[in-house]
Nanobody
């Protein structure tokens, strides 16, 4: 199992930016599809973004397209989520997740990811 540690969360005003980082303790990081999910109070965990093994494919939920960018640095075992033009509805705990292999459908479910970080709080004030 992969150990994942997120960082970069915090409090920001609407319209601001944050960059989340997630570092994995695994030798074969490049063999994992990496994803970001978020969970707001009283809501289910939802998919935010994912990136394939060699960054050849990225996918986003509709509500963050054009505002968030997922990227990875396989040499550093790290995946990033750059969040711009943040909105109060982006407030949630953000989780990094790892799946060994490729997703072919472009559909991502939390239940498919086997490893999770502890989460980092993102709060966007209006």
């Amino acid at each position: 199992q992969v150990q994942l540690v997120e960082s970069g969360g915090g409090l920001v005003q609407a319209g601001g930016s944050l960059r989340l980082s997630c570092t994995a303790s695994v030798r074969t990081f490049s063999a994992y599809t990496m994803g970001w999910f978020r969970q707001a109070p009283g809501k289910e965990r939802e998919f935010v973004a994912a990136i394939s093994l060699s960054s050849g494919r990225t996918d986003y939920t509709d509500s963050v397209k054009g505002r968030f960018t997922i990227s990875r640095d396989n040499a550093k075992n790290t995946v990033y989520l750059q969040m711009n033009s943040l909105k109060p509805e982006d407030t949630a705990v953000y989780y990094c997740a790892a799946y060994r292999g490729l997703f072919y459908s472009g559909t991502y479910s939390a239940s498919q990811f086997g490893s999770w970080g502890q989460g980092t709080q993102v709060t966007v004030s209006s």
